[in-house]
Nanobody, 118 residues
Framework: QVQLVESGGGLVQPGGTLRLSCAASGFTFSSYAMSWYRQAPGKERELVAT????????DYATSVKGRFTISRDNAKNTVDLQMNSLKPEDTAVYYC???????????WGQGTQVTVSS
């Protein structure tokens, strides 16, 4: 079965950095675009970043562009999110997501908590 397991979340001060990692299994990883979503307290889930199958194309939410970097390693079946210059408004549960064509969501991971202190 499909599994997406996030790790790397935690507590960080404003201006700090975290690197999230997602380990994928149960499907042909290199055939699927992947995304990171997040859900902040009191808000809807939002798309943070997307990466194409071979890693050659990336898209970011305006709020994180220039601070976050999504990457993937198809040999290891992992997708990472490097988060720099973190802000309190980045506080959320971050989810690794498998996408189909037209960026339709296929699967969600369980999520990992990121907390940026004020």
């Amino acid at each position: 079965q499909v599994q997406l397991v996030e790790s790397g979340g935690g507590l960080v001060q404003p201006g700090g950095t975290l690197r999230l990692s997602c380990a994928a299994s149960g499907f042909t990883f290199s055939s699927y675009a992947m995304s990171w979503y997040r859900q902040a307290p009191g808000k809807e889930r939002e798309l943070v970043a997307t990466i194409t199958t071979a890693g050659g194309g990336t898209d970011y939410a305006t709020s994180v562009k220039g601070r976050f970097t999504i990457s993937r390693d198809n040999a290891k079946n992992t997708v990472d999110l490097q988060m720099n210059s973190l802000k309190p408004e980045d506080t959320a549960v971050y989810y690794c997501v498998r996408l189909a064509v037209f960026r339709r969501v296929l699967n969600w991971g369980q999520g990992t908590q990121v907390t940026v202190s004020s």
